[in-house]
C-alpha cells in the first residue's frame, strides 16, 4: 500500500535558525505532494504543493520542498525559524488514479526563543 | 478567501447513538471529503464524494457511515450507531477541480467524543 512517512514526530530549533522537516512517499509513480500546517484548534492549511515541473517548490511563509525522485523525498524547509512557525506539519500524497489523500503521521515544530 | 465551515465544533454522544456532523464547502468546489484524526494520529481518509455520488471510500467507511449533499451546499457525515472507536476529530475538505487542481481546502473540525 502506497504511504507517506514523516521522520520525526517533534522536532525543535532555535528562532533563525534552519528548519528541516523530512517526508518521504511510497509510490512507483510519483504523486502529487503536498505539504500542510496546522496551528492548535484550526484547520489544515495548504503550505505548497508539488504536481509537475520544477522540482523546488515555493510556498507561503518563506517555506520551500524539493521533490527528488531518485530519493523518494518531499522534505520541508525553512532558512530561519520563526516563533509563529510553531505549529503541526503534515506531508500528504495524492497518488495517480485516485482522489484520496494519504497523509504522513505529522510532525510537530516548536520553535525555541 | 472563502472557508469551509463544520458545525458542531464539539459533540459528545453516547455509544450507540447517531451523529452527524454537517460541512459547508467553498461554493464552486466540486469535490468533497471527509477525513479524521483519532488523537496523536495520522489524519486518515474516508471518503470523497463527487458529482451526487461516493468516488472512493475506505475501508474504514463501513455501512455505519454515509454522506450526503441534500441541498447542493450542505455536506453530511453520518455515523448511525457510534463505536468508542469513533471519537476522533472530522475534518471536512473541499477542491474545485480546476485552476488550483488538487488543493484540499479544509474545515477546522469537528471534534466527536464518544461516551
Known amino acids: 500500500a502506497q504511504s507517506v512517512t514523516q521522520l520525526g514526530s517533534h522536532v525543535s530549533v532555535s528562532e533563525g535558525a534552519l528548519v528541516l522537516l523530512r517526508c518521504n512517499y511510497s509510490s512507483s509513480v510519483p504523486p502529487y505532494l503536498f505539504w500542510y500546517v496546522q496551528y492548535p484548534n484550526q484547520g489544515l492549511q495548504l503550505l505548497l504543493k508539488?504536481?509537475?515541473?520544477?522540482?523546488l517548490v515555493k510556498g507561503i511563509n518563506g517555506f520551500e520542498a524539493e521533490f527528488k525522485k531518485s530519493e523518494t523525498s518531499f522534505h520541508l524547509t525553512k532558512p530561519s525559524a520563526h516563533m509563529s512557525d510553531a505549529a503541526e506539519y503534515f506531508c500528504?500524497?495524492?497518488?495517480?488514479?485516485?482522489?484520496?489523500?494519504?497523509f504522513g503521521t505529522g510532525t510537530r515544530l516548536k520553535v525555541l526563543a | 478567501e472563502p472557508e469551509v465551515t463544520q458545525t458542531p465544533s464539539h459533540q459528545v454522544t453516547q455509544m450507540g447513538q447517531e451523529v452527524i456532523l454537517r460541512c459547508v464547502p467553498i461554493?464552486?468546489?466540486?469535490?468533497f471529503y471527509w477525513y479524521r484524526q483519532i488523537l496523536g494520529q495520522k489524519v486518515e481518509f474516508l471518503v470523497s464524494?463527487?458529482?451526487?455520488?461516493?468516488?472512493?471510500k475506505s475501508e474504514i467507511f463501513d455501512d455505519q457511515f454515509s454522506v450526503e449533499r441534500p441541498d447542493g451546499s450542505n455536506f453530511t457525515l453520518k455515523i448511525r450507531s457510534t463505536k468508542l472507536e469513533d471519537s476522533a476529530m472530522y475534518f471536512c475538505?473541499?477542491?474545485?477541480?480546476?485552476?488550483?487542481?488538487?488543493?484540499?481546502?479544509f474545515g477546522e473540525g469537528s471534534r466527536l467524543t464518544v461516551l
Open positions: 500528504a500524497s495524492k497518488p495517480t488514479g485516485t482522489y484520496k489523500y494519504i
Open positions: 508539488y504536481t509537475t515541473g520544477a522540482t
Open positions: 475538505a473541499s477542491n474545485p477541480g480546476q485552476g488550483r487542481l488538487w488543493e484540499l481546502f
Open positions: 464524494f463527487y458529482n451526487n455520488e461516493i468516488s472512493e
Open positions: 461554493s464552486n468546489h466540486l469535490y
